[in-house]
């Protein structure tokens, strides 16, 4: 199946499944970035974020909210 096909089957769906199936899709999505977002975390990826940012709060470079 390619992503032509999916298109076409997408835009084939009668309103209430496409309902459906934007419901479906945003949870899958979500889940999808969750688990990249774990991913990211174990190997280490967005450390220097992190150590970006208790640097900018250390040196007072921040706003509280």
Excluded: Y
């Amino acid at each position: 199946m390619t992503l032509h096909d999916i298109e076409s089957a997408v835009a084939g769906l009668p309103t209430e499944e496409l309902s459906k199936f934007r419901a479906w899709f945003v949870e899958f999505d979500a889940e999808a970035w969750d688990r990249q977002f774990d991913e990211d975390v174990r190997a280490g990826r967005l450390d220097h974020l992190a150590d970006e940012a208790l640097r900018d709060l250390r040196d007072g470079r921040t706003t509280e909210l």
